[in-house]
């Protein structure tokens, strides 16, 4: 009995977010509207990020130990820029915004384990361990996913293990956003947008219900006869319910990214969702508002879960494994299963889309808007301190008035 209970406890996430473009398309679209008002078209230089670090504490002022701080991976180069903006001099808020919302898929979560004396990896954060890999793509899911404290009003939704709330999701949409109000701070308006644009990423996961919830009962009921049929030989306990999971979700993502034939006007429909004026003002913490979005997400759950099952192929409950990733990816459009109930579980999974990017599209607006206000009211070393508690980090690195590089 107690070793049943310990494999339940490790349910595994499963991961990716919306499909890159779409992470793209979100800002995009969101912003457009406001653009002139909020003046996100008026260029801003490219400055390369050693002249932020520059400027910045000796203990934080090189790349290595800046990564180290923000707790990401010092092997991935940050700087990297996307294709679309290569080369350029000069980029737009309204382009860094929307096109860098890609950057926290680009490595730096991943791999962040410590070793044990034998050298095996070992998890170096408390929600790691809940996520299944240590290593690899997969090994980002904590930072990406968040799932609310079970409760007893929606057992469905916040079924899952832990109890407690498990990811760091919210938390690292506060960190890359104090991030950027730093950066505006020291004068670098390039790494302030594209760090606000990093802070974008986890708010616009958090909307994806796959990243709010962790699995159903039924679904958990759906891995336990998969295990029994043909999960034991194949991908073990835990595995089987991570494969069940994952291909719903990567085939959620893929085929709301691109709906061919005649679903492309549901998609179309939910990006103008995005678009609109609104925003709130004033807003809590980011942390908050992400905590606020995760919760709301987390409420349809269970019912995209559903409609994704319904709406496709009964084999992508089987050991067969969906590749939403390039190259190889599967063509979403081969896995629906288009019998009498198709169109309505079909219609369900556009709306919830449609209803999260509605959503979205405004946060987006509101962040900016708070990223506005909020600029010149706190001080360097006063960002560097509430990151140092954001970060857990506790070393004070504030050494000097003046930063020592220069
Ligand atoms: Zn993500």
Same mark, same amino acid.
């Given at each position: 009995?107690?070793?049943?209970?310990?494999?339940?406890?490790?349910?595994?996430?499963?991961?990716?977010?919306?499909?890159?473009?779409?992470?793209?398309?979100?800002?995009?679209?969101?912003?457009?509207?406001?653009?002139?008002?909020?003046?996100?078209?008026i260029p801003v230089q490219v400055t390369p990020l050693s002249a932020l670090l520059k400027k910045l504490p000796a203990g934080i002022g090189d790349i290595w130990h800046f990564s180290n701080w923000l707790g990401i991976d010092p092997g991935i180069d940050i700087e990297e820029p996307v294709p679309e903006l290569m080369g350029k001099e000069t980029v737009t808020p309204i382009e860094v915004l929307s096109l860098y919302a890609?950057?926290?898929?680009? &490595?730096?979560?991943?791999?962040?384990?410590?070793?044990?004396?034998? &050298?095996?990896?070992?998890?170096?954060?408390?929600?790691?361990?809940?996520?299944?890999?240590?290593?690899?793509?997969?090994?980002?899911?904590?930072?990406?996913?968040?799932?609310?404290?079970?409760s007893f009003r929606k057992p469905r939704s916040t079924f899952g293990f832990p109890f407690?709330? !498990?990811?760091?999701?919210?938390?690292?949409?506060?960190?890359?956003?104090? #991030?950027?109000?730093?950066?505006?701070?020291?004068?670098?308006?390039?790494?302030?947008?594209?760090?606000?644009?990093?802070?974008?990423?986890?708010?616009?996961d958090l909307h994806?219900?796959?990243?709010?919830?962790?699995?159903?009962?039924?679904?958990?009921?759906?891995?336990?006869?998969?295990?029994?049929?043909? &999960?034991?030989?194949?991908?073990g306990f835990v595995g089987t319910f991570a494969h069940l999971?994952?291909?719903?979700?990567?085939?959620?993502?893929?085929?709301?990214?691109?709906?061919? &034939?005649?679903?492309?006007?549901?998609?179309?429909?939910?990006?103008?969702?995005?678009?609109?004026r609104d925003f709130q003002s004033p807003l809590s913490s980011v942390q908050k508002l992400a905590e606020e979005i995760r919760d709301q997400s987390n409420n349809f759950f269970p019912s995209l879960l559903d409609a994704v099952t319904e709406a496709t192929d009964p084999r992508l409950l089987g050991p067969i494994t969906y590749n939403s990733d390039d190259p190889g990816a599967?063509?979403?459009?081969?896995? #629906?299963?288009?019998?009498?109930?198709?169109?309505?579980?079909n219609q369900k999974i556009f709306r919830i889309t449609h209803g999260r990017f509605a959503s979205a599209g405004s946060i987006m607006?509101? !962040?900016?808007?708070?990223?506005?206000?909020?600029?010149?009211?706190?001080?360097?070393?006063?960002l560097i301190q509430q990151l140092n508690q954001l970060l857990e980090y506790e070393t004070i690195l504030l050494d000097s008035e003046s930063p020592p590089h220069q």
């Amino acid at each position: 009995m107690t070793k049943f209970l310990l494999i339940l406890l490790l349910f595994p996430f499963s991961l990716f977010a919306w499909n890159g473009s779409d992470h793209q398309l979100i800002g995009k679209h969101a912003l457009e509207p406001v653009k002139s008002n909020f003046q996100l078209g008026i260029p801003v230089q490219v400055t390369p990020l050693s002249a932020l670090l520059k400027k910045l504490p000796a203990g934080i002022g090189d790349i290595w130990h800046f990564s180290n701080w923000l707790g990401i991976d010092p092997g991935i180069d940050i700087e990297e820029p996307v294709p679309e903006l290569m080369g350029k001099e000069t980029v737009t808020p309204i382009e860094v915004l929307s096109l860098y919302a890609i950057d926290p898929d680009d &490595g730096r979560d991943q791999n962040l384990f410590d070793r044990d004396e034998k &050298g095996k990896p070992i998890a170096r954060y408390a929600d790691q361990k809940w996520f299944g890999a240590l290593e690899g793509p997969n090994s980002q899911a904590f930072r990406h996913i968040e799932k609310p404290p079970f409760s007893f009003r929606k057992p469905r939704s916040t079924f899952g293990f832990p109890f407690r709330a !498990v990811g760091e999701a919210s938390k690292r949409a506060e960190i890359w956003f104090q #991030l950027s109000q730093l950066a505006f701070e020291l004068g670098e308006d390039y790494w302030g947008w594209r760090f606000l644009a990093n802070s974008f990423h986890y708010l616009q996961d958090l909307h994806n219900p796959y990243h709010a919830g962790q699995i159903t009962p039924e679904m958990a009921f759906k891995g336990f006869r998969a295990w029994f049929e043909w &999960g034991r030989q194949q991908e073990g306990f835990v595995g089987t319910f991570a494969h069940l999971i994952s291909n719903s979700h990567r085939f959620f993502e893929s085929y709301v990214a691109n709906p061919r &034939g005649h679903d492309e006007g549901l998609k179309q429909q939910a990006l103008l969702a995005l678009e609109g004026r609104d925003f709130q003002s004033p807003l809590s913490s980011v942390q908050k508002l992400a905590e606020e979005i995760r919760d709301q997400s987390n409420n349809f759950f269970p019912s995209l879960l559903d409609a994704v099952t319904e709406a496709t192929d009964p084999r992508l409950l089987g050991p067969i494994t969906y590749n939403s990733d390039d190259p190889g990816a599967d063509n979403p459009e081969q896995f #629906l299963r288009k019998r009498d109930s198709f169109q309505q579980a079909n219609q369900k999974i556009f709306r919830i889309t449609h209803g999260r990017f509605a959503s979205a599209g405004s946060i987006m607006r509101s !962040v900016v808007k708070k990223s506005l206000d909020e600029r010149g009211k706190k001080k360097t070393e006063e960002l560097i301190q509430q990151l140092n508690q954001l970060l857990e980090y506790e070393t004070i690195l504030l050494d000097s008035e003046s930063p020592p590089h220069q």
